[in-house]
């Protein structure tokens, strides 16, 4: 039996499942941040497009080098090692980015509402 084959099965199927279920989350609720910092909403939206496109791109491209690295598997053992590892790798990642994302809107509305609160003299 090839656990290979079976594993990457598994893989792909999560990987899918996070890819889809985890963009609808990030584009709707990320919308809302956006419109924190974002005035414009024609600029706001399309800004929260692009980060979903580099999202599922990152997402696909990482899932793919991570299948590429995959050792040979001989046991049912080692299928639910490897998958775990490359699932939970995957998941990291994905979850770093989102906190690095996250803080920067943070920073971004901190300067915005600065600039915003300086006053202004006029003589």
Request: hydrophobic share 50%.
């Amino acid at each position: 039996m090839n656990f290979n084959i079976i594993g990457y099965i598994v893989y792909i199927a999560v990987i899918f499942y996070i890819t889809v279920f985890i963009r609808k989350k990030f584009h709707s609720h990320g919308r809302v941040f956006l419109h924190e910092i974002l005035i414009d909403h024609s600029v706001c939206e399309a800004v929260n497009n692009i980060l979903l496109i580099a999202y599922c791109l990152l997402n696909i491209g990482n899932a793919i080098i991570m299948i590429k690295t995959w050792p040979q598997i001989e046991t049912t053992g080692e299928l639910i090692e490897v998958t775990s590892i490359n699932l939970g790798q995957i998941i990291l990642l994905l979850a770093i980015i989102h906190f690095v994302n996250i803080t920067l809107l943070l920073l971004g509305r901190k300067r915005i509402n600065k600039l915003s609160l300086k006053p202004s003299y006029h003589g």
